[in-house]
Structure formats: C-alpha cells, structure tokens
C-alpha cells in the first residue's frame, strides 16, 4: 500500500507511476488527497477539543478543591457539551480513516524508473538470453505425449480425483518432482537462506498484507466456512511471519526460503497455450523471501535474479530474462524480472520464475518496519522470487532431454533421483 504522506506530496509524480502502470482510475488520486485533508481536519480538532477538555478537567478539580462549587459546576456543564463534540468528531474521523484505507489500497504499487512504458508481454524488455535451443531429435513429443508414454504423470486421474488441473505425479514422474524440490532447496540454503515450514492457508490479514487481497481474491481458493484462503505461493505465509514485527537494522537482511503447493483458480484459462503442465490449479514451488534495508533493495533483487539463472544453469536450461513492462507488472512489485525456459518440442518460451522488488509496498500492509542505529523507525524493503516453479520446469526437462533411450536426467539432479534416465 502507498503512504498516504507520499501521495500528498508527489501528486504528478504518483499519477505518471499509475499510468506507467495503465492504472484505470487515477481520479482516485485526488480523492485520496481530498479525503485525507478531511481526516487530519478531523483529527486537528478533535485533539484541539481534547485539549480543552483536559484543561477544564484540571480547572473543575481545583475548583471543587477551593470550596468553588458553583463555578465546578458551570464548567462541568460546558464540558459535557464538549464530551458530545468529542464524540461526533471521533464518529467523523473514523470514518474518514475507512474511507482513506479502502481507496488507497486501490492503487497499485508505483514502478522504479527503469520500468519501461507496455501493456502487453510483448512489449516485455529482453535483458539477457542464455544458451540456445535443445537439438532435438526427428518427431520430437511435447511433454503432455511423452509422460503418457512413460507413464510419470497422469492428467486424466487427477481430473477424476480432483478436476482439470490437479495432475497425479507417478513413479520416477514423483521422484523427479522430489529431487526438484530437494535440489532448490539444497541450493538456496547453500546461498544463505533459512528453510522455513509454514501453514499451507492464511487468514485475510494474511492475504492483506503481501497484497493478494483484495486484488486477487477471485484468483484465490477459499475456505469459506473457515474464511480461510489456500496459498497461492509461498510467499504470503513466508512473508507474513514478520506481519507487525519492527527488526533490528544489523537482523537485515533477513532470507528466507520454503517449499509448499501452490494453489491457483486461474479463472478463464484455456487454450492449447495452457494444455498439459504449463497452467496448473496446483502446483509446488519452492520461494525465496527477502526483507532488507531500502538503500540495498535493487542491490538485492540484482542478486536474487542472478541466483535464480544459476539454477536453470546448473539445469542446462536455455533461457532468458525479462524486465517487465509497466502494464505486464503484478498489482504490488515495483520491478520485476521474469525468466523463461524455451520449449524445444512446444517452440515457446515458458515462465518459471518471477523475481520482484516490493520496496515499502508490502512492507506499509505488514507494519514491517525496522529501527535504524539512530532509533529512527522506517519500513523495510521486501523481495521475493520462484526459485523455482516446477511444472514449467519439468516441461522442459521432459522436451529439451528426449533422446532415443528414454529422457535424459540433467547431470546436477542425478544424485537427487537415483536415475539418469526416464525409460
């Protein structure tokens, strides 16, 4: 959520951000002004009232001390009167604050200067490619053909058991997912991050504060009986755990990391673009998490992204990298890198990772502050990528490593499945 402070003081400057972001509503904006004007009317009265109201309490004491009930008594009268005031401008200040809250948690977050001006992934910015396309062999099969034809994944099981979208992963097709998760996590607690464990659902706080809610509710499963939501990342409940929490400077930066599902409506996704394991209503994925000191955010969401392509490396994965355009750029981040896989057997890029900086977004929804070695307390910056979103992953693996002999484990996850070969 933006600071409200913020808004007031850089109005142009907020209204060039939002419509970077092709924001639809920038009379929002003014209105926030507006009705934060209001607020702090409100509030300068009420506290003037206060004031006075303690004085008179003061004066009526000495008074009834000095014999003078009389006068006591003429004052008590006006502060009843006041107490009455009191209460109507707590009433009005009150719901000027809800009216503030509720639309400025309409704006999304403003972009960093380097976000480039699109609506569409296309006008996404190639920043770097790594590699080239698999060579691949004469009738090569897109991943949805070869996991019936070695029998690792079941799509039409899930379906019976679950729907469409909830695949059943079977014998090295399991094991393969296992050694994923494990290889992540392996490596990201080699880079300095902390394995955490965390609930695989979250209250509407939750939701709230890494911005999920109310944005992507209708994106969200949810436990109604409960009011509970099934994550759709790791990075909610990951993030969460530091929800109203003030750090130290020298506990930054904090990095965090989990494995869990993920849990996705995905509303209106059809299409042969989304056949197989490229759109998942459950998924696994294994999150990096970062809180950090603003001056060393971008410093950060540089080295995040570097460590993400160190995986699809080690993988032997061609990819590339993409900073987002203002338009293609989620509701909360301020910059993001998406990287993509190429799909030999599909010849598309499929996404698998998103790295984003959140600076005080987040951070603002959370009371995620931390105090300075001046004492001063201020927001942290908040940070986190896949590291990595596997169906799009195996996907790949499965096309770009399809030999005559069956589909070749890349050498670095060889120690995690116990098999070089699907066959």
């Avoid at 910059?335 to 600076?359: C, G, I, K």
Wanted: hydrophobic share 35%; aromatic share 8%; with cysteine.
């Amino acid at each position: 959520m933006l600071q409200v402070n913020y808004i007031r003081e850089n109005r142009e400057k907020v209204l060039a951000g939002l419509s970077l972001k092709n924001f639809k509503q920038p009379e929002l904006v003014d209105e926030i002004i507006k009705t934060d004007e209001e607020r702090r009317q409100f509030q300068t009265s009420l506290d003037n009232l206060s004031a006075i109201a303690n004085s008179s309490a003061k004066q009526i004491g000495e008074l009834m001390r000095a014999g003078k009930k009389d006068e006591a008594e003429a004052l008590k009268g006006q502060t009843t009167a006041n107490k009455e005031q009191i209460k109507n401008l707590s009433d009005e200040l009150s719901a000027a604050e809800d009216k503030l809250h509720h639309l400025i948690v309409q704006l999304p977050n403003l972009p960093h200067h380097l976000v480039k001006p699109g609506t569409t992934p296309e006008e996404n910015e190639i920043v770097y490619t790594h590699g080239a396309p698999a060579v691949m062999p004469a009738q090569a099969l897109p991943h949805w053909e070869l996991t019936a034809k070695y029998d690792i994944i079941d799509f039409e099981l899930g379906t019976k058991i679950a729907g469409a979208g909830f695949p059943v992963y079977k014998g090295k097709g399991a094991r393969l997912q296992r050694a994923l998760i494990n290889f992540f996590l392996d490596h990201a607690i080699a880079e300095g991050y902390r394995e955490m464990q965390v609930p695989h659902l979250v209250n509407e706080a939750s939701g709230f504060g890494t911005g999920q809610l109310p944005d992507k509710e209708g994106q969200m499963y949810h436990v109604g009986i409960d009011n509970l939501y099934l994550i759709p990342t790791a990075e909610v409940p990951v993030t969460n755990l530091y929800r109203d929490v003030i750090l130290k400077e020298d506990e930054m930066p904090v990095k965090n990391t989990g494995y869990t599902p993920c849990f996705r409506r995905e509303a209106g996704s059809y299409g042969a673009h989304v056949r197989g394991l490229n759109r998942l209503h459950q998924f696994d994925k294994v999150e990096i998490v970062q809180i950090v000191h603003p001056e060393q955010s971008y410093q950060v969401l540089e080295e995040m992204s570097t460590y993400v392509q160190s995986l699809l490396q080690k993988l032997g994965l061609h990819y590339r990298v993409l900073r987002l355009c203002g338009g293609d750029m989620s509701f909360t981040a301020a910059m993001t890198y998406d990287m993509e896989v190429w799909s030999a057997a599909q010849q598309r890029w499929l996404e698998v990772s998103s790295v984003s900086n959140f600076e005080t977004y987040q951070s603002n929804r959370l009371r995620l502050r931390f105090k300075g070695a001046t004492g001063k307390t201020q927001l942290a910056h908040t940070l986190n990528g896949s590291a990595l979103a596997l169906p799009r992953i195996v996907a790949a693996i499965l096309e770009n490593n399809q030999t005559e002999k069956g589909i070749k484990i890349p050498e670095a996850l060889v120690k995690y499945t116990g098999f070089e070969y699907i066959d």
